[in-house]
Nanobody, 120 residues
Framework: QLVESGGGSVEAGGSLRLSCLAS????????MGWFRQAPGKEREGVAA????????TYSPSVKGRFTISVDNAKRTSYLQMDSLKPEDTAMYFCAVDWSLCGLSTPFGGHWGQGTQVTVS
């Protein structure tokens, strides 16, 4: 089970930190990531990280502004979002071990219910 939190409304240029508690995370889990979906648009990969101090990847649209991290002891992933823009407005979803752990393959694996981020 994945539970996201930390969404909300913020002005452009502001920051938010999303959290994702993955209660079922185990030593066999490979990756955690964040996706987003705006109304009328397809789900978009934002950031992904391989567990066990693996590399992280970012969408070009957020690279340099967003940072993904994982606290394995807390089974929690974080997405620090800085310099937010109105185009970052979307529902943000947390995922674990989805297809290929890739930002362009938003299917399979385990997903949370999402948390809304609104930037005005």
């Amino acid at each position: 089970q994945l539970v996201e939190s930390g969404g909300g409304s913020v002005e452009a240029g502001g920051s938010l930190r999303l959290s994702c508690l993955a209660s079922g995370l185990s030593q066999s889990s490979n990756c955690m990531g964040w996706f987003r979906q705006a109304p009328g648009k397809e789900r978009e990969g934002v950031a992904a990280i391989y567990l066990g101090s693996g590399p992280s990847t970012y969408s070009p649209s957020v690279k340099g502004r967003f940072t993904i991290s994982v606290d394995n002891a807390k089974r929690t992933s974080y997405l620090q979002m800085d310099s937010l823009k109105p185009e970052d407005t979307a529902m943000y979803f947390c995922a674990v071990d989805w297809s290929l752990c890739g930002l362009s393959t938003p299917f399979g694996g385990h997903w949370g219910q999402g948390t809304q981020v609104t930037v005005s």
